[in-house]
């Protein structure tokens, strides 16, 4: 499975993004989608999970404000993040894992290279 993020960008803070995540490889929908984000010297935090039959799990610091969509036909993972603070500031990763479907879970088994969010107070 190989993952490519894209999507990330600068923006100010009340402004929306949407990162997708662009899955290849065999099965790969059978897996669950993550997304994480990292931030130098703070560590990786789950943002936001969904499984294969769409139930998605969040982080509580983005419930209300990220959606986490999975598009089987597209072959895409999208992450609608509205009311951006500057504290959402990292780069985002996108992650496919075999078990464990929830954004709390740290892990993952196949990891994009990640696209970096940017937000101005």
């Known amino acids: 499975v190989q993952l490519v993020e894209s999507g990330g960008d600068s923006v100010q803070a009340g402004g929306s993004l949407r990162l997708s995540c662009a899955v290849s490889?065999?099965?790969?929908?059978?897996?669950?989608m993550k997304w994480f984000r990292e931030v130098p010297k703070k560590g990786r935090e789950g943002v936001a999970a969904i499984s294969r039959d769409g139930n998605a799990d969040y982080a509580d610091s983005v419930k209300g404000r990220f959606t986490i969509t999975l598009d089987i036909a597209k072959n895409t993972v999208y992450l609608q993040m509205n009311n951006l603070k500057p504290d959402d500031s990292a780069t985002y990763y996108c992650?496919?894992?075999?078990?464990?479907?929830?954004?709390?879970?740290?892990?993952?088994?196949?990891w994009g290279k990640g696209t970096l969010v940017t937000i101005s107070s």
């Open positions: 992650a496919a894992s075999w078990l464990h479907c929830t954004a709390a879970d740290p892990r993952g088994d196949y």
């Open positions: 490889g065999s099965g790969w929908s059978t897996y669950c």
